[in-house]
């Protein structure tokens, strides 16, 4: 015989859908809503997953990108595209900096911004398709439901060699059995993080780190959205997320440290670093404090941001670049981040908005900043880390320079000269935003800057001063001096010197 009491536990175990006509009343701030009307109906009753399809379907039939916010990445996009349309998990491969987590966020801006939930469900439980048994039962037994507005949801579950069973998945409240509650009450339940990614992504960030026994337990999580614990209960709850993981196999040595059965069930994309300088600037300008956290643009001059860039790339390519050969592990973007910043920073210390080659320190201490704690020379390197980020910055801006000088065509060169030494104080040369205005006015070397500056008025002497530096290096028709620039014997001579090879 069946006791009443488990037949109920039975209705609450299996899954409970209302709709129109067999749903309770819908209160919102207290006031009945219908909530299969406007302004209610597009935010309840799909599954994550419906949501992305379907956005990610109607961005596809306007040719547009469903990833915004992540840089290049072309392939990768495809591959995360097709893995959501088919309802997989993904999971991301790469060393860090790369943007694995910033791609888990793009993922989420796809879902709507804002969801119907049952009021004080902790998984924002879908009013007309609940999971947990307090939601359930609400729907089922009470005559009015109170609804309510929450946001999207992004929830970030860390790799953590300590991390428990009831942090993961959640656990029992004792603080409620001891006010009296009974060990089946609902509320006694707390969830953890992976069901607190209900309706939204779950995000695990480094799930090699997991340990295993609870890896065992993501197979059904991931692959039919339950738990069954080692000792055979399940958790009565079935969340709907999209589950997102990421790990970097930099941090393991030998066996891959994510099981066969979960890696059986997801979809693996690689995530590398940026594939050109120009998509690594523009990550870098993106994510500059002044960008990311102010929401201000951040100004940088593009010769400034194609020398740090380039210094970090150089440090990663192993086949073009001999100095990347001793570097055993690499920088990331972050690395480009970081000098972005400080190299704002300086200027902004000087007064000035756009940087000048002095804002990387005398010895390039502003360079070093950023770059020495993000790269680790080779062992038996003899050279020590601060001398290869040196060169690593000479050679970046050795490379932008020759770019520049190009730009002054070789058959205008002598006019060109002509127009610097016409500027020239005593043979000298300062970068100041009044020299700067009567460079512009030069016919040549103005409508250089302006192709170099544009419209920023506060970028003139910074571009005045990459054009000098490109002239020093590559013709040594001007060197630098106090700050500025003086012209060199050859600068007041005849003709022009055989270049440097
Ligand atoms: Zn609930």
Not at 103 to 127: N, R, T, W
Not at 397 to 413: G, H, L
């Amino acid at each position: 015989m069946v006791k009443p009491g488990e037949s109920e536990l039975d209705g609450l175990l299996g899954d409970v859908r209302v709709d129109e006509k067999n749903a309770p009343a819908f209160l919102f701030h207290g006031k009945e809503a219908d909530i299969w009307d406007d302004p209610y109906r597009a935010y309840h009753g799909k599954t994550a997953s419906d949501y992305l399809r379907e956005r990610i379907l109607e961005l596809h039939k306007k040719g547009e990108d469903p990833f915004p916010g992540v840089v290049g990445k072309s392939q990768e996009k495809a591959m995360v595209k097709n893995a959501l349309l088919s309802g997989s998990a993904i999971l991301f491969k790469g060393r860090k900096g790369y943007g694995k987590t910033t791609f888990s966020k793009e993922v989420s801006k796809l879902l709507p911004e804002k969801l119907l939930a049952v009021q004080g469900c902790k998984i924002y439980d879908d009013p007309t398709h609940p999971s947990c048994f307090s939601c359930k039962r609400k729907v089922l037994q009470d005559e009015k439901v109170e609804v309510t507005w929450v946001p999207r949801v992004w929830m970030r579950i860390p790799g953590d060699p300590q991390l428990t069973t009831r942090q993961l998945l959640g656990g029992i409240s004792i603080q409620k059995i001891r006010e009296g509650f009974d060990l089946d009450h609902p509320e006694v339940f707390i969830p953890g993080r992976a069901l607190k990614a209900n309706r939204g992504i779950g995000y695990y960030d480094e799930l090699g780190a997991i340990p295993s026994s609870l890896q065992t337990l993501l197979h059904e999580l991931f692959e039919e959205g339950q738990v069954t614990t080692t000792e055979g209960d399940v958790i009565p709850f079935r969340i709907d997320a999209i589950e997102i993981a990421a790990t970097n196999p930099a941090n393991y040595r030998g066996t891959n440290p994510i099981k066969e059965p979960l890696l059986d069930r997801m979809e693996e994309v690689e995530i590398g670093p940026p594939e050109t300088l120009e998509q690594e600037m523009e990550i870098g300008r993106r994510n500059m404090y002044l960008a990311r956290v102010r929401g201000e643009d951040p100004r940088m001059p593009p010769w400034h941001m194609e020398i740090l860039a380039g210094a970090v790339r150089l440090a990663r390519d192993k086949e073009e670049s001999e100095l990347a050969r001793v570097i055993d592990s690499e920088p990331s973007c972050r690395a480009t981040i970081k000098l972005y910043d400080h190299v704002k920073s300086q200027a902004q210390l000087q007064g000035r908005e756009a940087p000048s080659l002095a804002d990387y320190g005398e010895r390039y201490e502003v360079i070093q900043l950023a770059l020495r704690g993000r790269l680790e020379v080779g062992y038996g390197t003899r050279e020590p880390k601060e001398r290869i980020i040196e060169k690593l910055v000479e050679k970046a801006i050795e490379t932008a320079c020759r770019k520049y000088y190009e730009k002054v065509p070789e058959d205008k060169f002598e006019k060109f000269m002509a127009e610097v030494r016409s500027l020239a104080k005593d043979g000298a040369l300062r970068l100041t935003p009044e020299t700067a205005a009567r460079m512009k006015a030069k016919p040549l070397l103005g409508a250089l800057l302006k192709e170099m500056a544009g419209k920023q008025e506060e970028f003139y002497a910074s571009a005045a001063e990459i054009l000098f530096e490109a002239v020093a290096r590559c013709s040594h028709h001007l060197e630098r001096h106090d700050g500025g620039y003086r012209l060199t014997p050859n600068g007041n001579g005849e003709g022009r010197p055989v270049e440097e090879a």
